[in-house]
């Protein structure tokens, strides 16, 4: 059974809503922290804006993915493995040329390392140098400058020009 009766009155409700209480005074409302210096200041509340020179935390910026950063190592590699390629290739990473003067032992079939001339080790004088020679005009006479050659060393890369060294028994 249903009855109409009027809302009960609560004496300290006004009349239309949320309004403060007759005769009273409006609701508190939150007021703003201020943090002791050398201390976190809480944000503000609600509605208040942040105090003047007071430190206001910002959101993290969003992490960027890794894909741009693994694109840039890729380029940066790849460009490195090239010029490394390219420098061994041209010879830049042979072992240090010998010069005029130097003697030498040989330590291979196709090797020779510089010695102190007094040492016991050395086999050879280095005469003289012939540069941008072919393997083949190494063995055909790129010594003839050089009279007393006793043996010739060739260093380069197959089908390239190298430098000629022309060596003196010891």
């Given at each position: 059974?249903?009855?109409?009766?009027?809302?009960?009155?609560d004496s300290n409700?006004?009349?239309?809503?949320?309004?403060?209480?007759?005769?009273?005074?409006?609701?508190?409302?939150?007021?703003?922290?201020?943090?002791?210096?050398?201390?976190?200041?809480?944000?503000?509340?609600?509605g208040y804006p942040?105090?003047?020179?007071?430190?206001?935390?910002?959101?993290?910026?969003?992490?960027?993915?890794?894909?741009?950063?693994?694109?840039?190592?890729?380029?940066?590699?790849?460009?490195?493995?090239?010029?490394?390629?390219?420098?061994?290739?041209?010879?830049?990473?042979?072992?240090?040329?010998?010069?005029?003067?130097?003697?030498?032992?040989?330590?291979?079939?196709?090797?020779?390392?510089?010695?102190?001339?007094?040492?016991?080790?050395?086999?050879?004088?280095?005469?003289?140098?012939?540069?941008?020679?072919?393997?083949?005009?190494?063995?055909?006479?790129?010594?003839?400058?050089?009279?007393?050659?006793?043996?010739?060393?060739?260093?380069?890369?197959?089908?390239?020009?190298?430098?000629?060294?022309?060596?003196?028994?010891?």
């Amino acid at each position: 059974m249903s009855t109409n009766q009027p809302p009960e009155n609560d004496s300290n409700a006004s009349p239309g809503g949320n309004h403060p209480p007759a005769g009273g005074n409006p609701p508190p409302q939150a007021a703003p922290q201020f943090a002791p210096a050398g201390q976190p200041q809480h944000p503000p509340a609600a509605g208040y804006p942040p105090a003047a020179g007071a430190f206001v935390p910002q959101p993290p910026a969003p992490k960027k993915s890794g894909v741009a950063k693994r694109i840039l190592f890729s380029f940066v590699g790849a460009i490195v493995a090239i010029v490394v390629g390219i420098l061994v290739r041209n010879g830049i990473f042979d072992s240090p040329s010998m010069k005029a003067g130097d003697c030498v032992q040989q330590t291979g079939e196709d090797s020779v390392k510089v010695v102190a001339c007094d040492s016991a080790d050395a086999q050879y004088s280095v005469l003289g140098i012939v540069e941008k020679q072919s393997q083949i005009s190494a063995r055909m006479g790129a010594c003839k400058a050089f009279p007393e050659t006793t043996s010739v060393y060739w260093q380069g890369r197959d089908t390239k020009s190298g430098t000629v060294y022309c060596l003196k028994k010891l």
